[in-house]
């Protein structure tokens, strides 16, 4: 009974060491007494018990590997430069990538090292960020070149951080702060010339109606005289148009005087003010328009016979 027992473990213990099961995107490494034997595929897989063993699984999965690296730009500027690289095993050269490479991601650092250290010194600083993209294009095509022979293919390669020298981050966020405060400066003296402009020609505009009003208004200041003293000297023919001028300058005075005593908060001041100066203030604006009418004649007889002499 016992014999039967341990025949029974033996047995089922063979048995288990007979059955492979493998997971899905993944490969194992079949030896026979210390020689390749087969790759056993994701599923049901058997084997020899005891001269077979498993040496080893491949993920066949896509893999992810970031390197940081230390490098100089043409402008002799120290940067760490990030790559990340993603790579899968190929299918069937699973042989090659289980035996060929003692430590894969080591030899894949080790390339991507070498390449962007001979990539970087190429450019200047701002040139590296601006062709990252040509960066990842050329480690990824060198690398590919290399780790195929090996069994793995380079999906991407990707730039994925550049940091430069502490004091040179610093001065290259001066630099762009000090072109955006001039780019705001230059915007803010555009609105404040287009808002100069704007007021200027609303204030020409403002004086210009203004002029033409007052104009308007002095048309009907004139018109209201001349009818004044037609009204006048049809009513009064005994009085002559200099007596009619003063009486009407005299009521315009005292309805002036009158406008500013009314307003509590005027402070104008008139020089003379007294009723008399009106008759001197009459006498002035006779003697112009008469030395104002010589003029004019003289100009013209000038113009008829330019030999003449003024007298």
């Given amino acids: 009974m016992t014999g039967t027992i341990v025949i029974v473990i033996i047995v089922v213990l063979v048995l288990f060491d007979t059955i492979i099961i493998v997971p899905e995107k993944t490969a194992k490494v079949i030896q026979r007494l210390g020689k390749f034997s087969a790759i ?74 070498d390449d962007v250290r001979a990539e970087v010194p190429k450019l200047e600083l701002d040139d590296v960020f601006s062709r990252k993209e040509d960066i990842a294009v050329a480690v990824r095509h060198n690398l590919s070149e290399a780790m195929e022979n090996y ?39 555009e609105a404040e010339k287009i808002t100069i402009i704007k007021r200027a020609e609303a204030d020409a505009e403002s004086k210009r109606l203004q002029g033409e009003g007052i104009a308007q208004q002095r048309l009907e200041i004139i018109r209201g005289f001349k009818e004044s003293v037609e009204d006048f000297q049809k009513a009064l023919t005994s009085i002559d148009a200099q007596e009619i001028m003063q009486f009407v300058l005299m009521t315009q005075y005292f309805d002036t005087l009158n406008s500013i005593g009314a307003n509590t908060n005027s402070n104008t001041l008139m020089v003379p003010h007294s009723p008399a100066a009106m008759n001197d203030f009459y006498q002035q604006i006779i003697e112009g328009t008469i030395m104002a009418k010589k003029a004019e004649e003289g100009d013209m007889k000038r113009e008829v016979n330019p030999d003449a002499k003024d007298g």
């Fill in 151 to 189: 069994g793995y293919k380079i999906v991407k390669t990707l730039i994925t951080d550049i940091v430069p020298d502490t004091r040179v981050k610093d001065s290259m966020n001066k630099i762009n702060a000090a072109k955006r405060d001039k780019e705001a400066a230059r915007e803010e003296a």
């Fill in 40 to 113: 056993a595929g994701a599923g049901l897989n058997f084997k020899l018990p005891i001269i077979d063993r498993v040496a080893g699984n491949i993920n066949l999965k896509i893999q992810q590997l970031d390197v940081d690296i230390e490098t100089k730009t043409l402008d002799n500027v120290f940067v760490d430069v990030r790559v990340s690289i993603q790579f899968v095993v190929i299918g069937d050269k699973i042989w090659e990538a289980f035996y060929a490479l003692e430590d894969p991601e080591a030899q894949i650092a080790s390339y991507v090292f």
